[in-house]
């Protein structure tokens, strides 16, 4: 019974961490129990929900972003686990260890693709995906002088590379390295 109150009285002492701000911004989406990439549709319209968090994100602490990736609702705890990872916080992979141990299904759309996944490959997605991002920004870099389409891409990396500006090459190695440890401790039934 000790364990169970102490339970009690920690959770909210948690909570109480979160700014006024950021809860007022979370009620929302804490009531959401599914996720959307940052475009969806045929069309590519903005998500509203992707775009709501993008909001939370700005003024939202890593703290305050780690305990939503363990305890929010569906859509706060991928948004925030993601957003870890983005800001290299190396808690992500204490989130990733967390739900590799202990599966959690998300309804995820992405453009006009609903599908159920696992939140651990949703995260490895993210991780895949900067890689690519990281590879673009280089490659467009290098090249001084560019067309029109050249100039665009270089102005649609810069936007979306602001999401990214904390992660080196490096950085994305380690994380790909201790995500492949998870994986394989979790197959074998070593996860701590």
């Known amino acids: ?5 102490v339970f009690i ?3 909210p002492f948690f909570n109480a ?27 590519g319209r903005e998500s509203k929900i992707y775009n709501y968090f993008k ?9 305050e972003l780690y305990f939503f990736a363990k305890h929010g609702s569906n859509s706060l705890r991928i948004y925030s686990s993601q957003e870890l990872f983005k ?22 759309q992405s453009g006009c693709v609903k599908s159920k ?20 920004r280089d490659e467009l870099a ?21 999401n990214y500006k904390n992660l080196t090459r490096k950085d994305l190695r380690f994380y790909k390295i201790e995500m492949e440890k998870i994986d394989q401790q979790n197959s074998m039934g070593k996860l701590p």
């Open 87 to 108: 800001r290299n916080d190396k808690r992500f992979l204490t989130i990733y260890r967390i739900y590799s141990k202990n599966p959690l299904l998300i309804t995820y």
């Open 55 to 63: 909001k939370l994100s700005k003024i939202a602490n890593n703290d």
């Open 17 to 43: 961490q979160i700014s006024n701000n950021v809860k007022l911004l979370a009620k929302s989406l804490d009531t959401i129990s599914y996720a959307e990439s940052p475009h969806i549709d045929i069309d």
């Open 1 to 5: 019974m000790k364990l169970k109150i």
């Open 117 to 136: 996944k696992n939140i651990t490959q949703l995260l490895t997605d993210e991780v895949s995906a900067t890689e690519e991002i990281l590879t673009m």
């Open 142 to 162: 290098r090249k001084n002088k560019g067309n029109k389409l050249e100039n665009f891409m270089k102005k649609t990396l810069i936007d979306l590379e602001e």
């Open 9 to 11: 009285f920690f959770f």
